[in-house]
Each structure stands twice: as C-alpha cells, then as structure tokens.
C-alpha cells in the first residue's frame, strides 16, 4: 500500500511547498530538490548542523539512527522534531528554513554543486564564482 504523497502538506504549508521522495525504506523530504528530512514510521526528522543540533538536544529530541551491516549503530545529523511542533506550523516552518540551510551547506550538497558547477559553460561558471565571492566579501 502506497502512503498519501500529501498527508504532511498541511503541517509544512507555512514552510511552503514539499514533495515526498522514497528513501532507504521511508520517505525523503523535499524542498525543491534539496533533500531536508526524511519521514520514518510516520515520525519527522529534520537535517541539522552544529548550529541547529542544538535545538535538538535541549529539547532530548532523538537523532535518527540505524545498525550498519547489523552490527555498528550509525547516529546520523537527521533529528526528530519535537511533538509539539506538529501542532505549531509556524514555528515548525522556522525549524524546516534552518533545515533547509543546514542541507544545502552541508558538505555533501556543496560538493555536488560544485560537480554540476563544473559541467556548465565556462563563462556561466565564472559568474558564478565572482557572485559567490562579491558574497563573502563584507562590506564596510
């Protein structure tokens, strides 16, 4: 049986628009094509990063974890959001933005930019190297 491709568009509809992606026995959230979350058992994970983890932790949310090879746990950055913001899409809509943030600087996501930067035209990808570093340049 097939799960409903639109049962969390009302709990994310003050984040926007998601799409829901099979991923490793459960579903992968999407903003766009920027992976955010994962959905597992019906129960919502958000990607984190050093900064955002600790949300997270104050509120002893748990991280997403799975057995390698049936041996070794891997404890993954995917961390289940807090019940209470079932019942608060605004505040679950800041929870997903930092998501979003998080994935999309993460160093996997760079990496594959990067590689799909490196595929255009070269007056294309130097465009894009001088706006990312007129970005990093702080202005006075």
């Not at 160093?107 to 190297?129: D, G, N």
């Amino acid at each position: 049986m097939k799960s409903d491709p639109h049962r969390f568009d009302d709990l994310f509809f003050e984040f926007g628009p998601i799409t829901l992606r099979r991923f490793f026995g459960g579903e992968g959230i999407y903003a766009g094509e920027t992976m955010i979350g994962m959905v597992r058992d019906d129960r919502v994970f958000l990607k984190t990063d050093d900064e955002t983890i600790k949300a997270y932790v104050k509120e002893k949310c748990p991280p997403f974890t799975f057995k390698k090879r049936g041996t070794e746990t891997i404890v993954t950055t995917w961390f289940e959001i807090p019940a209470r913001l079932y019942d608060d899409p605004e505040e679950l809509a800041n929870w997903t933005r930092d998501a979003l943030k998080a994935a999309q600087t993460s160093p996997t996501a760079v990496k594959k930019a990067r590689k799909a930067e490196a595929k255009l035209p070269r007056k294309e990808r130097h465009r894009r190297q001088r706006k990312r570093a007129k970005a990093r340049t702080p202005r006075l």
